[in-house]
């Protein structure tokens, strides 16, 4: 479970996040959704321990992330949104890479990215080196790589981006799979039927603060509206709402 606690965060005079409160519960998916400039990647930063918060704390299983990182981080898997691939490794080398930086090794490393590369279907490209990969495969290597230590957290940001119909039900699945073994995740989208096929809860963020936090039918029946999107333009405030 991450729990975040009254987050702010302040650049100069402009309140980026100004005391978002929310959970990430085990055996859950949560999304997040928000417009351009509503303060989700900033929060999404500070959930990930790559920006510190003004104030305000970051629980990681219990944990203060600020006061112990590195076993916050450890308990994180993180996709975001830079991939952020080493071009001259392949995929494999990519995933490998990581999975020895937390410790995993041998015939454990080498089960598990044949696992990952199977769910998420990379075979066909699993050795080739990372460099001219198309937008989707990149996006395949980089939820690999924040899989492959098997974390209790997942924190996914557009995890969709550039993924074919056929490559997003792979991810569907393998998500579901994900909660099935008791895993937080928290998925950030602008894609409005991973929401509605996805989440167990929503937290909609505009203007740095939380406007509404309940499953999608609880936020349609909320603002009044028969689908997702429009509840969340309701939510916010807006009939221009672009999703960041």
Same mark, same amino acid.
């Given at each position: 479970?991450?729990?975040?606690?009254?987050?702010?965060?302040?650049?100069?005079?402009?309140?980026?996040?100004?005391?978002?409160?929310?959970?990430?519960?085990? &055996?859950?998916?949560?999304? +997040? *959704?928000?417009?351009?400039?509503?303060?989700?990647?900033?929060? =999404?930063? @500070?959930?990930?321990? %790559?920006?510190?918060?003004?104030?305000?704390?970051?629980?990681?299983?219990?944990?203060?992330?600020?006061?112990?990182?590195?076993?916050?981080?450890?308990?994180?898997?993180?996709?975001?949104?830079?991939?952020?691939?080493?071009?001259?490794?392949?995929?494999?080398?990519?995933?490998?890479?990581?999975?020895?930086?937390? &410790?995993?090794?041998?015939? +454990? *490393?080498?089960?598990?990215?044949?696992?990952?590369?199977?769910? =998420?279907? @990379?075979?066909?490209? %699993?050795?080739?080196?990372?460099?001219?990969?198309?937008?989707?495969?990149?996006?395949?290597?980089?939820?690999?790589?924040?899989?492959?230590?098997?974390?209790?957290?997942?924190?996914?940001?557009?995890?969709?981006?550039?993924?074919?119909?056929?490559?997003?039900?792979?991810?569907?699945?393998?998500?579901?799979?994900?909660?099935?073994?008791?895993?937080?995740?928290?998925?950030?989208?602008?894609?409005?039927?991973?929401?509605?096929?996805?989440?167990?809860?929503?937290?909609?963020?505009?203007?740095?603060?939380?406007?509404?936090?309940?499953?999608?039918?609880?936020?349609?029946?909320?603002?009044?509206?028969?689908?997702?999107?429009?509840?969340?333009?309701?939510?916010?405030?807006?009939?221009?709402?672009?999703?960041?």
């Amino acid at each position: 479970m991450i729990v975040a606690q009254d987050l702010k965060k302040h650049f100069g005079a402009v309140k980026a996040v100004d005391g978002v409160s929310f959970e990430i519960a085990d &055996g859950k998916i949560t999304g +997040l *959704l928000g417009p351009n400039g509503s303060g989700k990647t900033t929060t =999404l930063r @500070m959930l990930y321990t %790559l920006l510190q918060p003004d104030d305000g704390k970051v629980i990681v299983d219990g944990v203060d992330a600020w006061q112990k990182p590195l076993s916050a981080k450890a308990a994180m898997g993180v996709v975001p949104d830079a991939r952020g691939l080493y071009p001259r490794l392949t995929a494999r080398e990519n995933i490998a890479y990581f999975g020895e930086l937390q &410790g995993i090794s041998g015939t +454990l *490393l080498m089960r598990r990215i044949d696992e990952l590369a199977e769910q =998420l279907e @990379m075979q066909d490209f %699993l050795h080739r080196p990372c460099k001219g990969f198309s937008q989707g495969q990149r996006a395949k290597v980089a939820i690999a790589r924040a899989f492959v230590g098997d974390p209790r957290n997942l924190l996914l940001d557009e995890p969709g981006n550039g993924l074919d119909v056929m490559s997003i039900r792979a991810l569907r699945r393998f998500l579901l799979r994900q909660k099935e073994q008791g895993k937080a995740i928290l998925l950030s989208t602008h894609i409005m039927q991973e929401v509605t096929a996805l989440c167990d809860e929503v937290v909609v963020i505009a203007g740095g603060t939380i406007r509404a936090v309940g499953t999608p039918a609880v936020l349609m029946d909320q603002s009044g509206r028969d689908n997702i999107e429009d509840a969340f333009v309701q939510l916010i405030g807006t009939d221009e709402g672009i999703m960041a």
